[in-house]
């Protein structure tokens, strides 16, 4: 076995987005593409000689390969010690909770995250630090800079690696570890819920669950946690086993997708809590008998009941959500007398809060809750805080939910995604409604008055770095109470551009808390088509999907 230096030319398009490198399977497929960007990235790293970097994957389609070429390559930059999960598989989070617990120096997850899978879909490839979080747009920048430079990459000739049995090998000089892909994960959901009054609760039939693992990588965690420890009886957990085309459905946990979850938490025979994971575990969607919780709500309801579960139960430090996310969990941290913080879209802006201890719990609207546990969003957490908080307060769900508006308000919210349009189009539309903003404010429409307009900017409060254009805010006030829109494009798309409408309005009237969404927003949505000029820009009359 030799090391071999390979020259190669540079791509273009190596650009990590908000969630790492996300392309067609194809494009990876090409000659020297994923080569490309793995030597950009040790390439970044330039101190990885004799260190430790943790790798696994959600199982999609190409994941075998890219681990067998990523492994040869880090054999020959020098890595020390590469921990792996059996048969390839890990989840976003437990890559996360792996680094921090063996110090690793970093890890890459290979996902594309929710989209789908498949020779003619998606795959993706993300570096994680050692805090165990997404890198930091510093670090992303400067492996696509290393990308745009690159002549030669370095590999190792050797034949496939076996990831099917737990143990060490070698490749050189290098030692693969193939480690469970549950266990160290498990063992530190025990140590934050009651795993003890969970157990108890769903062995007597007193609290049951279905969990919907969307033939991605949860299966296999949420078998063993929620059906092997737990006692959850078999067949709580449904399309738990990893595929790598996740059954030809998209593995993104909401309405649409999770359409055989949903039909059973509406009907007679719907247990207490319904959930779903993403194609690699980091999202999470939560469901009662009758009720859809958005994850505006979700992370708002899980700060008010923290105190109930063991991990938190010393109160929180502070809480943080993304921009466009409700500011449901605002008014919750406003009455414990915690700091709320409002970031960028994307998980990676929360690290620094939650590594100065300022946050104990963030979240996204898009399905992504977590705490300072990993340094990932983390799906089957969120279940299984809720779990706790079920096994805890013994009230549905529902109830639990017309309780917290009751005391907070409603924040009536929904999203709306514009998918696959004409990218120059609708950075123009976005740059349009920007140049437009000062004008705006001050101007009625029907009932609403708009009171400022602005283009999100966050200084992180840690290391002061600056992120501009991330997204514009229109606030409003009027009769109907406090409101806002939001739009920016999506940057993990792979096709055209995404544009997302973020549309959001409080209701302090619990007599009016019992409206569907779409109508209780509906004024503010025809609002946000006009106020955009959506259709004259995008040639689109309606959204593709409503969340
Ligand atoms: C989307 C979500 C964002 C999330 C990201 C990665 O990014 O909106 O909250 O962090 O996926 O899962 P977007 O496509 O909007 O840039
Ligand atoms: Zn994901």
Known sequence: MTIKTITTQPFTDQRPGTSGLRKRVRVFQQAHYLENF?????????????QTLVIGGDGRYYNREALNIILRMAAANGVGRML??????????????????????????????????????DFGIKYNVSNGGPAPERITEQIFQHSLNIREYRTFDAADIQLDELGEQSLGDMQIVVIDSVADYAELMEQLFDFERMSQALRSGALSIRFDGMNAVTGPYAHAILEQRLGAPAGSVIRGTPLPDFGGDHPDPNL????????????????????ASDGDGDRNMILGKDCYITPSDSLAILAANATLVPGYAQGL???????????????????????????????????????????????????????????????????????NILAVRQESVQAIVQQHWATYGRNFYTRH???????????????????????????????????????FSYTDPIDDSVSHNQGLRIGLRGSGGEARIVYRLSGTGTQGATLRVYIERHEPDPERHDQDPQSALADLITLSQELAQIAAYTGRTAPSVIT
């Open 84 to 121: 792996v999960g059996q048969h390839g598989i890990l989840s976003t989070p437990a890559v996360s909770c792996i680094i921090r617990k063996y110090k690793a120096l970093g890890g890459i997850v290979l996902s594309a995250s929710h989209n789908p899978g498949g020779p003619d879909a």
């Open 38 to 50: 793995v030597q950009a990235i040790f390439n970044t790293l330039s101190d990885c000689q004799g």
């Open 417 to 455: 995604d514009y998918e696959a349009v004409d990218a120059e189009r609708a950075q123009a539309l976005v740059d349009d409604l920007r140049r437009r903003g000062s004008e705006l404010v001050g101007q009625r429409f029907g009932s609403v008055e708009i009171d400022y307009c602005d283009d």
């Open 256 to 275: 649409a997708h999770a359409q055989e979850l949903a039909a059973l938490m509406f009907s007679p025979h719907a247990p207490d809590l319904g959930a």
């Open 317 to 387: 430090a502070g809480v943080a959500r993304s921009m466009p996310t409700s500011r449901a969990v605002d008014r919750v941290a406003e009455t414990l007398g915690i700091e709320c913080f409002e970031t960028p879209t994307g998980w990676k802006f929360f690290g620094n809060l939650l590594d100065a201890g300022r946050i104990t719990l963030c979240g996204e609207e898009s399905f992504g809750t977590s705490s300072d546990h990993v340094r990932e969003k983390d799906g089957l957490w969120a279940v299984l805080f809720w779990l």
